[in-house]
């Protein structure tokens, strides 16, 4: 378990937007600042293929984008689904997060909803993913779709000075998905759960099988009972697995991430690699990888070496 954290973020991508996050924690901002200056320049940053602009086209070669956030005080969640052409979906899913009430838009909705509060727009689709899409054999059952191999959905989850919690997502959602698919990301308790009184947990995946388990959900429950976050991360994700054994489901990837309102963080993966970043309470901001050989989950910080080798994110 690593201890003493105030961020943890999912994939090696999220590194420079946790770094640019950790200088505004240290200047006792609120933790949304944090969250959404992690999420955006993830967001912004076009060699990302797979969270905002430059994302992953759907199967008619848009860019079609799921985010969410969730307050860990009040509880309050707001998402977009399947929205288009908006330059910064996390903005908007903050934004909606202050609501009782329509707080989860889907499409046209979210699109006019983020026109009439001014929202930035631009054309998603850059000349990379226009590039990847037309190269891709579109033929490929749609049953079968996986998480992109070399980087998913960005999770930031932050506790500020004042021990609020909150978290974020944004994801351009699986390659070639059929148009209007919506994943786990945007769905409260599948793709993100916070709670300020117990702790926050992530997932990054494929969707559909994070949201058969409500993962995050289920990893915050176990923090509320008592359990570390890297035993609750291990321990949702092992029970998850064995009931899809159960009933002959073949799983796609899953990799999760939780800290708990103390600061200790935790990770759990399918994965043999699956790259996350964490700031500590000295606001120094590490790569860690969890690896899964055999069901069995270790962490570790990567070297020089491993890095050069890693083919992923
Ligand atoms: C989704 N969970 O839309 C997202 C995609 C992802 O690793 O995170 N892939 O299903």
């Not at 996390?90 to 026109?115: K, M, P, W």
């Not at 959602?173 to 919506?182: A, E, I, S, T, Y």
């Not at 969890?290 to 962490?299: C, L």
């Amino acid at each position: 378990m690593i201890k003493n954290c105030c961020m943890i973020s999912t994939w090696k991508m999220s590194l420079l937007g946790m770094k640019r996050a950790a200088p505004l924690l240290k200047r006792n901002v609120p933790v949304h600042e944090a969250i959404l200056m992690a999420v955006k320049t993830v967001e912004d940053d076009p060699a990302i293929s797979s969270v905002g602009y430059g994302g992953l086209p759907n199967l008619n070669g848009e860019v079609e984008l799921d985010a969410a956030y969730m307050n860990g005080d009040t509880l309050g969640f707001g998402g977009v689904m399947s929205v288009k052409n908006i330059k910064n979906p996390i903005e908007v899913a903050f934004d909606l997060s202050h609501y009782q009430r329509n707080c989860l838009l889907s499409d046209i909705g979210a699109t006019r909803y983020a026109q009439s509060k001014g929202f930035a727009f631009q054309n998603m689709l850059s000349p990379e993913s226009k590039k990847r899409y037309d190269q891709t054999d579109k033929m490929r059952d749609s049953e079968m779709l996986e998480a992109y191999k070399e980087h998913d959905t960005v999770c930031v989850i932050g506790m500020d000075h004042r021990r609020s919690m909150a978290c974020g997502v944004s994801t351009s959602g699986l390659f070639l998905k059929m148009p209007g698919r919506v994943g786990d990301s945007p769905i409260i308790g599948s793709g993100l759960y916070a709670d300020s009184e117990v702790g926050c947990a992530a997932a990054t995946g494929v969707g559909e099988d994070i949201m058969k388990g409500c993962l995050s959900f289920s990893i915050v429950e176990k923090m509320r009972n008592g359990i570390d976050p890297q035993t609750a991360c291990e321990t949702a994700l092992q029970q998850h697995l064995q009931r899809f054994l159960r009933c002959n489901h073949s799983c796609g990837s899953i990799s999760v991430i939780a800290m708990d309102c103390y600061g200790n963080a935790g990770a759990a993966t399918t994965l043999s690699a699956f790259p996350f970043v964490v700031t500590d309470q000295n606001f120094s901001t590490q790569l860690y990888v969890a690896s899964n050989i055999g069901g069995k989950i270790s962490i570790f910080q990567p070297d020089q070496g491993w890095l050069n080798s890693y083919r992923g994110d």
